[in-house]
């Protein structure tokens, strides 16, 4: 089966830019996770979609950070306007509903903001 | 609120010797454990999870509640075992993982 894809896989931005990230998870998994990972430090789950409604979105940065699944299948992340601590790998991730802790992994975008 | 510590940010053995990777968590609910791994150039995958007591590439992992620790153990590290290894602890109905920082284990000759 065709795993998670994300695109774009690298981004520069410059400060107070805005950059968007896309995510299509495997088929037929309803749950679509977005993490940040900054360098050194684990992935930190920023929002949590079960179909096209939000789950936990309590770590997601909103006056700057937003994110849709509007059809309950691929979804994007936005950053409007990036600052410097926002240089991230971005993570997306699904599973089944009942998945537990079982989660597939997409590649990645990494981002820096200079 | 819950949290994952895995102590060392890197482990270096050479091929052949045991391996522990070290993990403790905290959280007053009920736990559930994971090992997620990264290796060179590959996306973060499962390795296991506690609630299936199997051995993957060798590798196991007990959860210790009364020590609230799930330590990665491989009796003879392997080259190919070298990567990123993360803790993960998973709560909730809503099925959300904790993270720990990740430890890299470096398998030397």
């Known amino acids: 089966e065709a795993g998670v894809a994300q695109s774009p896989r690298y981004k520069i931005i410059e400060k107070r830019q805005s950059v968007a990230f896309w995510c299509n998870p495997i088929?037929?998994?309803?749950?679509l996770y977005w993490y940040q990972q900054i360098l050194g430090q684990g992935p930190k789950l920023l929002i949590q979609?079960?179909?096209?409604?939000?789950?936990?979105d309590s770590q997601l940065p909103k006056d700057r950070f937003s994110a849709e699944r509007l059809k309950g299948v691929d979804s994007t992340l936005k950053i409007q306007p990036a600052k410097l601590e926002d240089s991230a790998v971005y993570l997306c991730?699904?599973?089944?509903?009942?998945?537990?802790?079982?989660?597939?992994f997409g590649p990645g975008t990494r981002l820096l903001v200079l | 609120a819950q949290r994952v510590t895995q102590p060392e940010k890197l482990l270096s053995v050479f091929k052949g010797a045991p391996v522990e990777l070290k993990c403790n968590y905290s959280?007053?609910?009920?736990?559930?454990l994971f090992w997620y791994v990264q290796y060179s150039r590959q996306r973060l995958q499962l390795l296991l999870r506690?609630?299936s007591r199997e051995s993957i590439k060798g590798f196991t992992a007990d959860l210790n509640k009364g020590e609230t620790s799930f330590h990665l153990k491989k009796p003879f590290a392997q080259e190919e075992d070298s990567a990123m290894y993360y803790c993960?602890?998973?709560?909730?109905?809503?099925?959300?993982?904790?993270f720990g920082t990740g430890t890299r284990l470096q398998v030397t000759l």
């Open positions: 506690h609630i």
């Open positions: 993960a602890l998973h709560t909730g109905t809503a099925s959300k993982l904790t």
């Open positions: 959280y007053s609910g009920s736990p559930e």
């Open positions: 991730a699904s599973s089944l509903a009942s998945g537990g802790g079982t989660q597939y």
């Open positions: 979609f079960q179909n096209n409604g939000v789950v936990d």
């Open positions: 088929s037929g998994h309803a749950t």
